[in-house]
């Protein structure tokens, strides 16, 4: 009985895993694009809503951080520039700004969509190996429960790498999370995954 609910209790770690999970869905590098030198500067500005201003704050500095273990010269744009630095300039005004950072690279992190899914759970468990009566007693007594409804937040990211003097698209990363336990952690696995991708693409150079 003790090894059975030690085997039901690491499903159950292993089911909620798998349902806070952040991964990267699909991406793309261009033909012409060679491997970033490590002496380059990179930008990381994350686009989410004015109201979320800390999860700003944990995508960039997790990506700031990935890339620098990484051996990358890595900046969060919150963090040289603060959150209303580009609020009412126009495209040139922007990309001085930026140039004038010493930028070879800018990183953007737009957050495409947050929402809520509502799924259904049955009032089961899988009793069926205990026997046949504690079986047929579990399902006698719960035949008519009802079950209940969970709530799952849902983001879907894209990242997109530019040349800021050419203006070229270099890379372009799409990812989504599934029901994060908390934003902190959703930045430290978004980083992760989209780094690791990264050098999977032969953009970053291997430490």
Do not use: H
């Amino acid at each position: 009985m003790k090894k059975l609910g030690l085997v039901m209790a690491g499903l159950a770690m292993m089911a909620m895993a798998a349902c806070t999970s952040t991964k990267v869905t699909s991406s793309w590098r261009a033909n012409n694009v060679q491997q970033l030198q490590k002496d380059n500067k990179i930008m990381v500005m994350a686009l989410v809503p004015q109201k979320d201003r800390t999860l700003r704050s944990q995508m960039e500095n997790n990506t700031v951080a990935e890339l620098k273990r990484k051996g990358y010269n890595a900046v969060s744009a919150l963090q040289e520039y603060g959150p209303q630095e580009f609020g009412k300039m126009g495209e040139n005004q922007v990309l001085r700004k930026l140039q004038g950072s010493d930028a070879n690279q800018i990183m953007t992190i737009v957050m495409l969509d947050k929402g809520r899914e509502r799924s259904f759970v049955p009032n089961y468990q899988p009793y069926g190996y205990y026997g046949f009566w504690p079986y047929y007693s579990m399902w006698s007594s719960r035949m008519y429960a009802p079950g209940y409804y969970t709530y799952n937040t849902k983001y879907q990211w894209e990242g997109n790498l530019y040349d800021l003097k050419s203006g070229q698209l270099l890379y372009s990363v799409q990812s989504q999370s599934f029901d994060p336990p908390t934003t902190e952690r959703m930045a430290v696995l978004y980083a992760q995954q989209v780094v690791k991708d990264m050098a999977k693409q032969q953009l970053l150079a291997r430490k």
